[in-house]
């Protein structure tokens, strides 16, 4: 789901430093794969949420919850986003249909 949201198809790789260095779009700008991977943003918001959820499953007899862990790694990413780079600021809702735009968006306002 979260890679659907990103707007990338990709088979990720089981090793963690593997899946880690192919999290980077191919011909993007320095400034959006800082986003991506460089800064961690996304990346470490969609595993630590998927680390929490198993988590929650294991300890706290949870219950697997597959939209749960995308909007929370939404938010957790739009919070860490916008928190990290104060130069733009976008709205939680936009992040959410058009993450690449806003990075995008972000990306003109830093030059």
Not at 17 to 41: A, S, T
Not at 92 to 106: A, G, T
Request: glycine share 8%; aromatic share 16%.
């Amino acid at each position: 789901m979260c890679l659907e949201w990103l707007g990338y198809s990709s088979v990720l790789h089981c090793d963690a430093q593997l899946h880690f260095k192919m999290f980077k779009p191919i011909g993007v700008k320095h400034v959006i794969g800082r986003c991506w991977r460089g800064g961690g943003f996304i990346w470490i918001g969609i595993v630590s949420e998927i680390w929490n959820h198993r988590n929650r499953v294991v300890f706290e007899n949870g219950h697997v919850d597959l939209v749960e862990v995308f909007s929370l790694t939404q938010r957790k990413t739009w919070s860490w986003v916008t928190t990290k780079e104060s130069v733009v600021n976008f709205f939680y809702s936009d992040w959410c249909l058009e993450p690449q735009c806003c990075m995008r968006v972000r990306l003109m306002f830093l030059f």
